[in-house]
C-alpha cells in the first residue's frame, strides 16, 4: 500500500510511525511537503534535530507539488497540513481517487465541503476525520452508559478544556503555529474542535448555538483564546468552555442526569459517576497514542472493507458547521441558529 502524508509536522510524523507500526514493510509511504523541515518531532512533541524526519519513518520520495504526489496514485491520503488547507488538498486527492484520512478540523470554511463530499461518493471512497478522542476508552464507556440510560433522564452536559499554548507545542514558537493565526484557520474553536465533536458525538445534533468570550489573553495571537459556547442538543443542554490561556492542563466532561452525576477525566482516563449506580471505570497508564493507532486501525479497516468508519467525513461536517456557528455568535454576540 502506497499512503501519501500531506503534511510532516507533528501530527503528520505521528500517523507516518503509526502507519508503519501497523502496516510494517508492506506499506510505502511518501510525502507531500512545502516548508521542508528536516526536524523529527518524538512522539512526547519534543524537538530531536540530530534525526532526520524522512530517514527515520523511512519516506521514500519527497514532493513540493501536489500534483506529482497524486500522479504515482497512492491508495490514501492522510491531510495533515495547517487546517486553511485541508479541503484544497482533499478535494484535489478525492479527485484522484484516493482514501481520505483529513485531520481535524475538516476546513475553516463551510465552502466546498458539499463539493468534497459529492466527490468522496462519486469514487466510493473511504474518507474519515481524525477525532481520536472518539476511540478514548472512557469516552466510550460514556457513551455507553448514555446508551443503557444509566444516568436517567439527562438534565445537562458540560465539556471543559483548558491548555497554556505555548506550553501546547514546545518544539514551536506558540507565534508562529497554525493555532495563533487566522490565515491558517486557528483559534481555540477550530483547533480544539475535538470539544464540538464530543458534545455532538455524546449527546447528538446541535440545532442552536449561542457564546462569549474572544482574544482575552496577553498571549501574542489574532485568534479567539477563551469561550463560554452554549449548544442545544438532542439529548441535553451542553455548554462548552475552551480556554488556550490556563495552567494545568485539564479536559474534561461532566453530565447530570436524573439518577446521577458522571464526571469523565479524560487526561487521568478515569470515569465516575456519584452516586455508584455503576463501578468507576479507569484505565491505568493510559497511553495517549493508542487513540491514534486506533483511528488508523479503523482507517484501514475501513479501506480493506471489514469496518465502518468511526468518525466519517459526514460527521467531521457537521461538527465543522457546529464549530463555525460558535465562532459566528462570538463575533455577533446573537444566538445561531443550525438548520
Known amino acids: 500500500m502506497r499512503v501519501l502524508i500531506a503534511g510532516l509536522g507533528a501530527i503528520g510524523q505521528r500517523h507516518a510511525r503509526n502507519l508503519r507500526a501497523l502496516c510494517g514493510s508492506s506499506l510505502e509511504l511518501t510525502t507531500f511537503r512545502t ?19 524522512e530517514q527515520s519513518l523511512g519516506i521514500s520520495a519527497s514532493y513540493t507539488d501536489l500534483d506529482a504526489a497524486l500522479a504515482t496514485k497512492p491508495t490514501a491520503v492522510f491531510v495533515c497540513t495547517p487546517s486553511s488547507q485541508h479541503l484544497d488538498i482533499a478535494l484535489r486527492a478525492a479527485a484522484a481517487g484516493c482514501h481520505l484520512f483529513v485531520e481535524k478540523p475538516v476546513s475553516h470554511t463551510m465552502d466546498g465541503v458539499t463539493r468534497l463530499m459529492i466527490e468522496v461518493r462519486r469514487h466510493s471512497l473511504v474518507a474519515v476525520v481524525g477525532s481520536q478522542w472518539r476511540y478514548h476508552p472512557c469516552v466510550l464507556r460514556l457513551r455507553e452508559l ?168 459526514e460527521d467531521g461536517i457537521s461538527v465543522l458547521q457546529v464549530a463555525l456557528s460558535v465562532k459566528t455568535a462570538l463575533t455577533t454576540g446573537r444566538t445561531v441558529e443550525i438548520a
Do not use: K
Open 35 to 53: 516548508r521542508g523541515r528536516r526536524h523529527v518531532v518524538t512522539e512526547s512533541l519534543e524537538l530531536d534535530d540530530t534525526r532526520d524526519a
Open 146 to 313: 448514555l446508551a443503557a440510560g444509566s444516568l436517567g433522564a439527562l438534565r445537562s452536559a458540560s465539556v471543559d478544556y483548558a491548555e497554556y499554548l505555548p506550553d501546547w507545542h514546545p518544539y514551536e514558537d506558540y507565534r508562529e503555529s497554525y493555532a495563533a493565526r487566522a490565515a491558517l484557520g486557528g483559534g481555540v474553536v477550530l483547533t480544539q474542535i475535538h470539544d464540538y465533536d464530543l458534545a455532538w458525538w455524546l449527546f447528538g445534533p446541535v440545532t442552536q448555538v449561542s457564546a462569549t468570550g474572544g482574544h482575552l489573553s496577553a498571549l501574542e495571537i489574532d485568534v479567539e483564546d477563551t469561550v463560554e459556547a452554549s449548544l442545544a442538543a438532542r439529548l441535553c443542554p451542553v455548554t462548552v468552555r475552551q480556554c488556550f490561556a490556563a495552567r494545568p492542563p485539564h479536559r474534561t466532561i461532566t453530565v447530570h442526569g436524573t439518577r446521577g452525576v458522571a464526571t469523565l477525566d479524560l487526561l487521568a482516563a478515569t470515569l465516575t459517576v456519584s452516586p455508584a449506580v455503576v463501578a468507576p471505570f479507569t484505565v491505568a497508564a493510559y497511553q495517549r497514542n493508542e487513540m491514534f493507532l486506533a483511528e488508523v486501525y479503523n482507517f484501514l479497516a475501513c479501506i480493506g472493507g471489514t469496518a465502518q468508519p468511526i468518525a466519517p467525513l
